[in-house]
């Protein structure tokens, strides 16, 4: 009997060494595991201070638009024709594009520069294809002190663009031009200052400018209007058909490669005066005229892409003067 109880005994020992060694192992397991989750969300928090002293939590930046459109007041600025806006984003900056203008009395091509005038190009295309120029009228030449013709306004007044104005981008250097003479200086002001007096000799289109402050605007030049003030461009661009002196404030966005004899035919037409007198408001005249050889364009077309081939010139068009209606005479735009 004793022995018998002597290995119950045993027997009874053994298994509760063996639950102690059961429970001793899986505690060891659990601080294992508690260690392992501690040490995780240890490194877990090093990383997230790491990200968040890198600013990797702070709200991503908007990117920054390419080009602006300031909106115009539709109730003070009664000749702005709504079309949308361009793209603020995205907008080509290398590379050319192409320019087709069909007008009336031939056509006109021209390489454009989006990397020195990204938006002033990114304006033209939309307008293009917005269909913006077709059916439109180049209302304005000059041709004393500076030498031009104008193009672009939708309507007859001599002051439309679309409802919206974008920044001045690339203009020549000034301080390389030579400054005017006295008479130039009174030719450029009318030409390009509807603020200015007709006996005033300065070429600027701003009180601020000083009167040296002109550059050499080559022949073939394509350029935005200026109405005078920085960074108000629209839909008016003038083309240079000689050298002229004007104040730095005209984008360059493009040269004329074919086509340029279509304007010298338009300028040695000449024009009919109507800005070359103060209007009936009493603003100091802006020089220059309605183009005798009246020209409209019937398409003006901007691909990336030289065409393939040039487009037929227009048929001739009798010289006939356009209507100096009062609204064109009264224009601000220089």
Known sequence: MASSKSRQRALARAKAERQIARRAAAARRRRQWQAGIGGGIALALVVLGAIWAAGGFKPTPAKPSDCAWTPVD?????????????????????????????????????????????????????????????????????????????????????QGGPAYRFK?????????????????????????NPSASAASASPSDSPSTPVAQTATYSRGVLAMYSEGAPDNNGSQFIILYKDSQLPPNYTIFGTVTAGLEVVDKIAAAGNDGAFDQADQSGNPPIGGGHPKLQTVIQSLTVTDTAPTSTPSPAPPSTSSTAPASPAASSSTKS
């Open 74 to 158: 539709p109730t003070t600025d009664t000749n702005a024709k709504s079309v949308g806006t361009p793209p603020t984003t995205n907008v080509q900056k290398s590379g050319t594009k192409h320019l087709t203008l069909t007008t009336s009395q031939g056509v006109i091509s021209a390489v454009l520069d989006p990397a020195k005038s990204p938006c002033a190009v990114a304006n033209m295309s939309f307008l293009a294809n917005q269909k913006f120029f077709d059916n439109t009228t180049c209302g304005r030449l000059v041709t004393s002190g500076t030498y031009y013709l104008q193009c672009g306004d939708p309507g007859t007044s001599g």
């Open 168 to 192: 001045t981008e690339f203009v020549p250097d000034a301080s390389a031009s030579p400054a005017p003479t006295d008479s130039a200086s009174a030719s450029a002001s009318a030409s390009a």
